[in-house]
């Protein structure tokens, strides 16, 4: 089976824009994750969805909203870039609530 | 409240045992886990453990949970080069929101 994967790997945006990152899940999993890691804050949950509902959010600001297609891919999407927002973003998805598995993460750098 | 602390650093000789610990505040947490990251990867799942349970064995991955203390630890036998990495503890709150420690860099000198 094909892992998760994450595209674009890299991205550089400047304040004020906005960016989309996709999450394609493993095959056969219904439930797609999103997660900021940053050296300050480390790793935190965004939000998690499952059948295209979100079923549970992290405390980031509206700033940040995501939402899932039938097919299960996920997308996450940031307005307003701030220079804070400079992460690696990491989508996990699963197929129950005992085993997550990560991509490779999608690198933003805001300038 | 959430909070999953692990010390920072560890540095071991090739050969030897390493053993990364883990504190985590929540008690009502289901499952605990074992995450490795590589320079410029993402997260690899090596292990969890259920609550309910004690200890898990899975090859040279050993995971003792003291769940009075609310202690995590996972012990690597015959560390290799290879497994130098962030090694990252983390508790399931509610379904599949994990709450991360800060991750432990494991240095393996030949």
């Known amino acids: 089976k094909a892992g998760v994967t994450q595209t674009p790997r890299y991205l550089i945006k400047t304040r004020g824009q906005q960016v989309t990152l996709s999450c394609s899940p493993i095959?056969?999993?219904?439930?797609v994750s999103w997660y900021q890691q940053t050296p300050g804050q480390g790793l935190q949950f965004l939000f998690e969805?499952?059948?295209?509902?979100?079923?549970n959010k992290g405390n980031f600001p509206g700033r940040f909203s995501g939402r899932q297609f039938s097919n299960s891919r996920s997308e996450m999407n940031v307005s307003t870039l701030e220079l804070g927002d400079s992460a690696l973003y990491l989508c996990?998805?699963?197929?129950?609530?005992?085993?997550?598995?990560f991509g490779p993460g999608t690198r933003l750098t805001v300038l | 409240g959430e909070d999953v602390e692990q010390s920072l650093f560890l540095s071991v000789r090739e050969g030897d045992s390493s053993v990364i610990n883990c504190t985590y505040t929540?008690?009502?947490?289901?499952?605990l886990y074992w995450y490795k990251q590589e320079p410029g990867a993402g997260l690899q799942l090596l292990t969890y453990i259920f609550s309910n349970m004690d200890m898990k064995q899975d090859q040279r991955l050993t995971v003792l949970l003291n769940k009075k203390d609310k202690h995590l630890s996972l012990r690597i036998a015959d560390t290799q080069t290879g497994d130098s990495a962030i090694y990252f503890c983390?508790?399931?709150?509610?379904?599949?929101?994990?709450?991360f420690g800060a991750g432990t860099i494991l240095r393996v000198k030949s």
């Open positions: 996990a998805s699963s197929s129950n609530t005992h085993e997550q598995f």
């Open positions: 969805y499952f059948s295209e509902t979100q079923r």
């Open positions: 929540d008690s009502s947490s289901t499952y």
């Open positions: 095959s056969g999993h219904r439930s």
């Open positions: 983390a508790e399931s709150i509610y379904g599949n929101k994990l709450v």
